[in-house]
């Protein structure tokens, strides 16, 4: 027996045979319908629709047999279906081929078989076979009609697949549309050419409608109710959905709804077919409403973005690294970048460089050091250091951290946050170098109700001030209460409680004791600020006053001095009648003390001014007034006594001394003076004046007479006297000479102790003066037998002084070398300019002046010898008239002795400036 | 013009006394001398002295007194006057040149030497006029 071979194209026959989709169904009356018809027409016993599988035939219909199979390798359509035409075996009993045939030797004792292939998807997946046990020859005819049952078979294979396709479509599209309803979404079916346009129910629901309600459909449909802004979206994604760029249209559209809002649809869909020229014909969708998840991803993005704002917009970085040695960064957020000069990325993984490559090299080991002692503590680090920028600048961060730690209790990550605080640190320092320069404290101080207290910023001065150092009282401020003076303590907590409960300024002086037992003033002032935990805050500035506080302890008591000597003053200037005025020439202003009310006998009520001041003037002394105010301007000082009239009509003395302000103080000309009430002084003088006249005159008028008769007696001119009566002549008459000199004498005296010795200063002629002298005393020298020789003097050597005056010194100068002087001695007088004086000599070679009288001679009453046998004659006042003459007049007087040898007498008076040397 | 009638008025007897020999014995004057002012006003006319000098301090009418009345004399309003007194503080000399004397001169005065003064001041009054 010949086993069939198995076809060079087996694999896709097989496949064919799969895609018919017969295999093991059930009969079916279509094909049985034409086996049967096969078998009544062809006359024949077996008829078999027998599709050839891998091992076996499996027969779909078969007519005069039992079995639904039997093995390929025994079958005859094994062979059938090797070639297109009919197989056809006559008689199997005589062909070697199936002789020994199972099939032919035993039932159904096949004989004669004839089977036209079966095709299908153009292979030939097995035959349509009739069958006899008896030996059988087809006729042409009968072979075509064969054929012809085969070709109907093989188009009931394709029907019915057809027919089996369509049934499932139907399934699968009752199935699908159950899914889509249950999903509630909505389907499109679009004719791309023509526009026309199928929705579902569904589709019309989703933008709020019912179908009927849009009718009639087409694409404008859709058109009319997606968003504006959308369509060119779309059109772009069809477009590249069309070029076979997308595999599918996928698009996320608002579309409004029948209520007005707009709703988020996603439309995806597919061409399924194609006009013969190419181009998409149908396109079917689905169209989901999206909203929800639209809005969600909305509202997903808004939060990830605000996220994101809020990372981009923290003040600092925010990192997360691994735990290893380089601590490669697994996130860094983007304000790194203007810290270090490089960008977020270069950090992530430490792709370009690590973030410990940027930190300060000083910095590495403290914060490795401090990191890891954090993370074995389980803590969390707060470490501030240094991060070079790429510009080469240094920036301060301060960095708090922490480690992530898993289930194990193993660090997974570090995270932390970076802050830049380079602006808050030069900041500091600048406060710090600012409040360095400061001489007091500045700080806050925190208290709260419960009685707590604390400095939580001081600066360095804090330990001048209290002793303490700004990290002892930064969380606990007993220690300065301590220092407080005990006295003061129960005021200055009084003054922080009224200040915390108004929240009013806080100002307060105290004492403070420090630890070297000195006690210093201090002077507080802050202002205070509520804080939400209860507390008070104060910001503010203590400052030591210890020196100006004890000035002003000292100006308040040098004040109740100055007051209580002001009211000895106010008391003395009443008592004596002085009062004050101040007035400005220029304006008229006046002010005057009380007391000038009670000098000038004004009503208190009065207004001072200078017009009713000048009123009350004595008309006769008006022009001392004037002069003096004159004199004024000129010297600064008005210095005058004149009368008043009162307005009762009394007469008074007044003495006003007053000095003008200088011009740069008081542009206003003023005068400050003072004006007492002299009218007693006065009268006083003017009684002392006549008394001194009226003394002077009744001494002068007795001795004119006794000195005159002497004279004349003396004289000779009434006849010879005998010797001894004219030696008492001569005696009477030098003594009531020593008598008269000793009234004018005194008188002078008077009158320079008073200073009312007038002098009337001229520039003189030096030699004319000294002549003059001479000639006044030659009679006298020529008495003492001595002569006076005066010295050459420079022609034209003129000096200031008052002629009479100089005279008197003159002649008391030289009477007395003439008196002290031997007989036939010689007195030299001199004169030369020294300087700016003029330099008088008076030379005797008298006896000199004895050494221990030497500093009494220009007092007055002083004699040498002091007995009652004078010899000079003199009055014992002419040395201390010359003084005060010569003084008085701008010079000075003095004088060279030597005992036995001689006296020199010089004075100097001042030189006529412009006089010839 | 040589100066040789002078009149004295002066109510201290003693000093009249000593002037008297000083002015007419030494000095060698023509002198009236007179113990009042009134006396002196009542006589000068009559004798028509070239130069009067006054005392200042004397009773009832005083040197200036009589410096006045001799002024209202139509012929005695030009004779020069000069004052001999002890009133010779300086604000009184200032007053009897004020009231028109040609000179003070000072007591004690020097009898030997008050008609050599009076001849000076008289020619320096003539030189003046």
């Known amino acids: ?917 | 013009m040589v100066l040789e009638r002078v009149m004295h008025v002066e109510d201290d007897e003693s000093i009249r006394a000593v002037a008297e020999i000083a002015l007419t014995d030494v000095a060698g004057f023509e002198l009236l001398s007179c113990d009042s002012g009134q006396r002196a006003l009542a006589q000068v006319e009559a004798f028509a002295p070239q130069l009067i000098l006054l005392d200042v301090m004397m009773p009832q009418m005083d040197g200036l007194q009589t410096l006045a009345g001799l002024r209202q004399l139509p012929s005695m309003a030009q004779v020069p006057v000069v004052f001999m007194t002890a009133k010779i503080q300086q604000a009184e000399k200032q007053q009897y040149l004020d009231a028109g004397a040609i000179a003070v001169i000072d007591k004690p005065f020097d009898p030997m030497l008050l008609g050599d003064t009076l001849h000076g001041l008289y020619q320096q009054y003539l030189e003046q006029q």
């Open chain 1, 1 to 917: 027996m010949q086993q069939p071979e198995i076809p060079k194209n087996e694999k896709q026959r097989l496949a064919a045979l799969l895609n018919s989709a017969l295999l093991d169904t059930d009969a079916e009356p279509r094909f049985d319908r034409l086996t049967s018809l096969v078998q009544q027409c062809l006359a024949t016993e077996i008829v078999l629709v027998s599709l050839v599988d891998t091992q076996r035939q499996w027969f779909k219909s078969r007519q005069g047999l039992n079995a639904c199979e039997t093995n390929r390798d025994i079958s005859f359509c094994g062979h059938a279906i090797l070639a297109d035409d009919i197989f056809e075996v006559s008689d199997a009993s005589q062909d070697v081929m199936f002789a020994d045939n199972p099939l032919v030797t035993h039932a159904p004792f096949i004989r004669f078989y004839a089977g036209a292939p079966l095709h299908f998807q153009s292979q030939r997946i097995g035959t349509l076979c009739i069958i006899d046990p008896k030996p059988r020859q087809l006729s042409l005819s009968e072979r075509h009609l064969l054929r012809q049952f085969a070709d109907v078979i093989e188009q009931e294979i394709a029907d019915r697949l057809q027919q089996h396709s369509q049934q499932q479509l139907a399934a699968s599209e009752l199935m699908y549309r159950s899914v889509l309803e249950g999903t509630r979404i909505g389907t499109w079916q679009w004719n791309v050419q023509t526009g026309e346009t199928v929705f579902n129910e569904r589709w019309a629901e989703i933008v709020g409608y019912g179908l009927d309600e849009l009718a009639p459909i087409d694409i404008n449909t859709w058109l009319s109710l997606a968003h504006p802004d959308d369509l060119a979206a779309s059109g772009k994604l069809l477009e590249q959905h069309f070029s076979g760029e997308l595999a599918f249209y996928d698009c996320k559209c608002r579309m409004k709804h029948k209520n007005g809002h707009w709703v988020w649809v996603h439309d995806r869909g597919q061409v399924v077919s194609w006009t013969a020229d190419n181009k998409p014909l149908m396109m079917y969708g689905t169209h989901a409403d999206i909203t929800e998840q639209k809005q969600a991803e909305l509202a997903l993005k808004a939060s990830r973005d605000q996220f994101q704002t809020l990372v981009a917009n923290i003040p600092g970085i925010t990192y997360r690294c691994k735990a290893d040695k380089h601590w490669t960064m697994l996130y860094m957020s983007g304000s790194i970048d203007p810290l270090s000069g490089y960008p977020a990325t270069d950090f992530i993984n430490n792709s370009v460089r690590s973030y410990a490559s940027v930190i300060h090299p000083d910095d590495h080991e403290r914060l490795d050091l401090a990191v890891g002692q954090a993370i074995n503590d389980k803590q969390s680090w707060l470490l501030q250091y240094r991060v070079m920028h790429k510009s080469g600048a240094i920036r301060w961060v301060e960095e708090r951290g922490r480690a992530e730690y898993n289930e194990q209790g193993e660090v997974s990550f570090l995270d932390g946050f970076i802050l830049d605080i380079t602006e808050e640190k030069t900041l500091k320092q600048q406060l710090l170098k600012l409040t360095s320069q400061l001489p007091g404290v500045v700080y806050q101080y925190q208290q709260w109700p419960d009685g707590r207290a604390c400095f939580p910023y001081a600066s360095a001065n804090i330990q001048k001030i209290y002793g303490a150092l700004p990290e002892q009282v930064k969380d606990d401020a007993t220690a300065i209460f301590g220092k407080i003076y005990p006295d003061d303590l129960a005021g200055l907590a009084n003054s922080i409680e009224l200040s915390a409960a108004n929240l009013s300024l806080w100002q307060h002086q105290y004492r403070v004791c420090l630890d070297n037992k000195k006690t210093i003033w201090v002077s507080g002032r802050a202002t205070p600020e509520s804080i939400p935990d209860g507390s008070t805050l104060w910001h503010g500035y203590i400052e030591d006053i210890t020196t100006s506080k004890q000035h002003y302890l000292e100006l308040e008591r040098l004040n109740k001095e100055y007051q209580l000597s002001q009211q000895r003053l106010e008391m003395a200037s009443e008592t004596a009648l002085i009062g004050f005025w101040q007035a400005s020439l220029k304006t008229g202003e006046l002010w005057w003390s009380p007391v000038i009310y009670q000098i000038f006998g004004f009503d208190s009520n009065i207004t001072p001014s200078v017009a009713l001041f000048k009123s009350t003037l004595h008309p006769d002394d008006r022009h001392l007034v004037a002069e003096s105010e004159q004199r004024a301007l000129q010297s600064g000082l008005h210095d005058v006594v004149h009368r008043i009239i009162r307005p009762d009509g009394n007469i008074r003395w007044v003495h006003e001394l007053a000095r003008l302000l200088p011009a740069g103080d008081s542009p206003d000309q003023v005068l400050v003076g003072s004006v007492q009430d002299v009218t007693e002084r006065m009268q006083l003088q003017q009684m002392k004046d006549a008394f001194i006249s009226t003394v002077s005159h009744e001494l002068r008028t007795p001795l004119t007479a006794i000195k005159g008769a002497l004279g004349l007696l003396h004289s000779g001119k009434l006849g010879q006297l005998p010797e001894k009566v004219q030696k008492l002549i001569e005696v009477a008459n030098s003594n009531s000479e020593r008598l008269a000199q000793l009234i004018n004498d005194l008188l002078d005296v008077e009158k320079l102790a008073a200073g009312k010795m007038p002098f009337d200063i001229q520039p003189l002629l030096v030699q004319a003066e000294l002549q003059q002298a001479v000639d006044n005393l030659q009679p006298f020298a020529g008495l003492h037998q001595a002569t006076i020789a005066l010295q050459p003097i420079v022609a034209g050597l003129k000096v200031q002084a008052d002629s009479l005056r100089l005279q008197q010194v003159l002649t008391n100068l030289l009477s007395n070398a003439i008196k002290f002087s031997p007989k036939q001695a010689k007195v030299l007088l001199t004169a030369k300019r020294q300087q700016n004086k003029v330099l008088f000599e008076i030379v005797d070679c008298g006896a000199g002046i004895p050494v221990d009288f030497q500093s009494h001679i220009f007092e007055r009453f002083a004699q040498a010898d002091g007995s009652n046998q004078r010899q000079s004659g003199g009055t014992g006042l002419g040395l201390a008239i010359c003084k005060e003459l010569v003084q008085q007049m701008g010079g000075n007087i003095g004088f060279d002795s030597v005992p036995g040898k001689g006296t020199t007498f010089y004075f100097a008076l001042p030189v006529k400036p412009d006089t010839i040397n």
